[in-house]
């Protein structure tokens, strides 16, 4: 009888909980999604702040923020113009889930180093 | 002038932080933490609650969660012999993380089939 606290979930599985956590944890995603949030809205900004991330998966990850309302980018008309990629609401409301993430990491994830050689 | 929220955060880039939100977020592995939180501890009962994982699936995300220290596998010596997979100390201290996701989709996300036509 281990299975006591099976009930305190109403439910063990959530699609909706699935489809959130493994798009906010998807490849680069939480890298893009924390640099918005730090206030590196262009995407050359995103590109020079995340080592390792191409052009080309930058692209792809923004189009599928924007797809799932979590980004919006921003076309400022000036000479030249100028774009930008913001958090909207549904992408702040991540702001928590960020926050909890960050914190669990420093207390428990090793450095990359030591980590890829266990 | 937009950056003014980027000293909010020391660093914009953490790779503990890229490292820990893509393993919670990789394919299955938040479904797997949270039947595992629910008190669903064997296998079977993993693979049934969680629809569309496969038997080898299952067996390739609980070798790398048990890698990372976030799953113990425990033999539990009856007849005939019992396995089951616990969350660690590591591993359960992903609950506010869990929750704060759940939170988010609770709110934000579609139910997939709404999200997958748009």
Redesign the interface.
């Known amino acids: 009888m281990?299975?006591?606290?099976?009930h305190?979930?109403s439910e063990?599985?959530?699609?909706?909980?699935?489809?959130?956590?493994?798009?906010?944890?998807?490849?680069w995603?939480?890298?893009v999604i924390?640099?918005l949030?730090?206030?590196?809205?262009r995407f050359s900004?995103l590109t020079t702040?995340?080592?390792g991330l191409s052009d080309r998966m930058l692209s792809e990850r923004l189009k599928e923020l924007e797809?799932?309302g979590i980004v919006s980018r921003i076309v400022i008309p000036e000479t030249p113009v100028k774009v930008?990629y913001h958090l909207t609401e549904?992408g702040k409301?991540?702001e928590?889930?960020m926050t909890?993430?960050?914190?669990?990491?420093?207390?428990?994830?090793?450095?990359?180093q030591a980590?890829a050689s266990?």
Chains 1, 2 share one sequence.
């Open positions: 281990a299975v006591t606290a099976f305190e979930d063990a599985f959530c699609p909706n909980f699935q489809r959130a956590i493994e798009l906010i944890g998807s490849r995603t939480g890298a924390r640099a949030r730090s206030g590196l809205f900004d702040n995340i080592p797809a799932e930008e549904k409301a991540l928590r889930v909890e993430v960050a914190d669990w990491a420093e207390r428990w994830v090793a450095e990359p980590a266990g």
